[in-house]
């Protein structure tokens, strides 16, 4: 069980948002101009098509939290993790034995440098900075199983989650899902008298389909299809791991996906609609989404409160995650 110390984060201002391909174009990138690059690129190419476009465009604009030009992934990052220090006492963060960064960035140089910006902005020489990449938007369900065996070894983890959408990856898929910018971090540990606190992750899960090497080939409609059972088992095993049953869970709180996406995982899991913690069109916040759902549902508990939750995520790549914590209101 890993103890949940504080969690912070960094959402941008949200605008209105109706297309396919993120808009800003970074020099930073320019590397995807090259032929060698092909292989990191949406289908290889740059620009989408009319047919792509017809296929992949919501059918109505949505409030998406993007970043502004020049605020880059490592900007949104360190802007949650300097609100997390206002949380946690100066001799607490100086305990932090790893820090460990995800995002959906193929460039692992940028993962690894902004874990390295993090530690140098906390001044922790001696904490281990390293990043998790490749796994879509499952980043951090996927470090959370390195993280339970440091913690286990009395290690004391700062995760930090952040990602910025540029031109030409796709921020939507129809109405299955429109990915925004933002930025979250968390404190974990395993030491059970720590107080006051966040509450606790029971258990983590990570399933791990067949590779979707093409999504942005595929309707949304056929690329749910495909995620479904991924985000089915990963729920299912995070459930069984914590040694609890669906009718314990008292909220649902998957990623923002669409509610006839949602809904049908929870109805194979066997839980109803009214537990779902939110419905209705809204941005997934990308690698950052469960953490800020942890925030948002701890905001909204009365004092004294206690909430089991249940939280998932089906990455594009492939990849699909889930968590089962329980949550304590603020003091």
Known sequence: ???????ASHVPDTTPF??????EKNIGY???????????MPRGKGRINAEEERRLLPTASIALP???PLQSC???ALEAVTRLRQQVPAETLAQV???VVTNSALNQRINESVAGRIQHA????????????????????NALTMIEALVSLGGKVLLVASDKWLYPFFRAWGDLVVYGDGAAAILLDGDAQ?????????ASAVHYGAAIDNPWGLTPAALAERLHPMAVNAAQTAIERSGLKASDIDWVLPAGFSDSFTLGVSRELGIAQERHFELGARAHHSSAAPLLSLMRLRATLPQGKTATALLWDAALCGTAGAIVAEIQAGA
């Open 194 to 202: 720590t107080t006051p606190g966040w509450g606790a992750i029971r």
């Open 66 to 68: 993007v970043a502004p």
């Open 97 to 99: 034995t790893h820090i």
């Open 1 to 7: 069980m890993l103890r949940i110390r504080a969690i």
């Open 18 to 23: 109706r297309a396919v391909q993120a808009q």
């Open 122 to 141: 906390l001044g922790l020489p001696n904490a281990l900075p390293f990043a998790i990449g490749q796994s879509g938007t499952a980043g951090v369900f």
């Open 74 to 76: 490592a900007d949104l």
């Open 30 to 40: 320019g590397h995807l101009l090259y032929k060698s690059a092909v292989f990191s």
